[in-house]
């Protein structure tokens, strides 16, 4: 059975489509199981895909925040891309240079993809998952941010 919505049309169990958010293109996935997900939920989703320029900028924050924390998802991520890619090719993707090498690697990484999860609507759910990369080619290393519903983080992961 298919979901009809205004913002994403007919759709089946899956919606995928490359969308502008600022000054970079980003995959967008939407995981919608016709059994679980309501209008609402969709909605939300269509809303956050128009704004996904301010929440990746809140997501960058998060990741910032976690800078005091050696064992943090943020800290184990910039620790692996200075063991596992060369200064050289970090420096050639770097966007901004404030002085401060983690904060501009933060500043500077590419969001790959957003994978909406509409069924996951309650508070604290993983509504959106971020994924972002600084070389993406070089290595598999990711660093994700969860939003709820409400466009909060409410985790942060590293894939290395």
């Known amino acids: 059975m298919a979901i ?3 913002y994403f049309g007919v759709i089946g169990d899956y919606w995928s489509e490359r969308v502008d958010a600022g000054d970079q293109e980003v995959e967008v996935v939407l995981d919608a199981d016709p059994d679980t997900v309501n209008d609402e939920s969709l909605d939300v989703a269509a809303a956050m895909i128009g704004d996904l320029e301010r929440l990746d900028g809140d997501a960058r924050e998060a990741f910032v925040s976690e800078l005091a924390s050696v064992s943090s998802p943020t800290s184990l991520y910039l620790t692996h891309l200075a063991q596992d890619v060369a200064a050289e090719s970090i420096d050639e993707v770097l966007s901004r240079e404030s002085g401060d090498r983690q904060i ?5 990484l590419e969001l790959l993809r957003v994978d909406f999860r ?15 990369a600084l070389v993406a080619d070089e290595t598999d290393a990711r660093l994700e941010a969860t939003l709820d ?5 409410v985790n ?3 894939h290395v």
């Open 118 to 132: 509409p069924a996951n609507d309650g508070d604290e759910e993983s509504f959106a998952v971020f994924e972002y």
């Open 156 to 158: 942060v992961d590293a």
């Open 4 to 6: 009809e919505h205004d």
């Open 149 to 153: 519903v409400h466009g909060d983080v």
């Open 104 to 108: 501009d690697i933060l500043r500077s």
